[in-house]
């Protein structure tokens, strides 16, 4: 069974600080994603991440993966309160079903 | 982009009704939709992936029998959860495969969501 953890569960930050989210998967999966979640909203596609040693970066927020560790993280620069948001990373295995992380409740505060 | 829309946003209904909710990709045929659940303050679920023409595969717990699924077209799937009760309260959110030959990996397109809330 295909396994994805987060890391921090909840994460409430001053604005203008850096901080990294984690993403841990227990099997190999060539595809990495990381989705935003506002409030009663769906998700809002971040990164997508296809290769070992992949990093994308858009804004504030820039994604990597390093498929050996079988990790990924998202790290936030200069946070800033409109970043407040749940964000997931997800994996895909061989039929394309998607299984997402625990999730991270961010929190920017002035 | 492509657009997945779900119908409808939010649903109140009594226990022991059924609901239905469509899940419709807009500008692009998807061969394959994808049913998720989200309780509050949680992750998404898989619940079940729905081919179209053919049975849905439904994730180990979940009821094929209480959550039927219908993926009549190559841009309609149908999620129908019959006989409802409070505890099936959640937010249901599809998405949608769609397939670029020439582009590269498949890409999957999130419906919006709907709320349903069972009395």
């Known amino acids: 069974e295909l396994k994805v ?5 909840f994460l409430s930050m001053q604005e203008g600080k850096n901080y990294t989210i984690y993403c841990n998967y227990s099997t190999t999966s060539d595809r990495l994603y990381w989705y935003r979640q506002d409030p009663g909203k769906s ?3 971040l990164f997508v ?6 990093v994308k970066q858009e804004g504030r927020l820039m994604a990597s993966l390093d498929t050996k560790a079988r990790l990924s993280t998202l790290h936030i ?5 409109d970043l407040s ?5 997800a994996v895909t295995n061989t039929g394309n079903q998607f299984y997402f992380g625990t999730g991270t409740s961010l929190t920017v505060i002035p | 982009g492509a657009v997945v829309s779900q119908h409808p946003s939010w649903v109140i209904c009594k226990s022991g009704t059924s609901v239905k909710i469509e899940c419709r990709s807009l500008d692009f045929q998807a061969t394959t939709m994808f049913w998720y659940r989200q309780f509050p303050k949680q992750s998404l679920m898989l619940m079940a ?3 179209e023409g053919s049975k849905a595969t439904y994730e180990q717990g979940v009821e094929k ?4 699924i219908n993926h009549a077209s190559l841009t309609l799937s149908t999620l129908t959860v019959t006989s409802a009760h409070p505890e099936d309260s959640s937010f249901y959110i599809c998405s949608a495969r769609a397939l670029h030959r020439d582009r590269g990996p498949d890409t999957q397109y999130f419906g ?6 069972v009395l």
Not at chain 1, 5 to 9: G, S
Not at chain 2, 65 to 68: A, S
């Open chain 1, 43 to 45: 998700l809002e596609s």
């Open chain 2, 65 to 68: 029998d209480k959550f039927l």
């Open chain 2, 112 to 117: 919006p969501g709907t709320r349903l809330t």
């Open chain 2, 49 to 51: 992936t729905s081919n």
């Open chain 1, 85 to 89: 948001a749940t964000y997931f990373c």
């Open chain 1, 49 to 54: 991440l296809l290769s070992n040693g992949a």
């Open chain 1, 77 to 81: 620069t200069a946070a800033v309160h």
């Open chain 1, 5 to 9: 953890e987060q890391n921090p569960l």
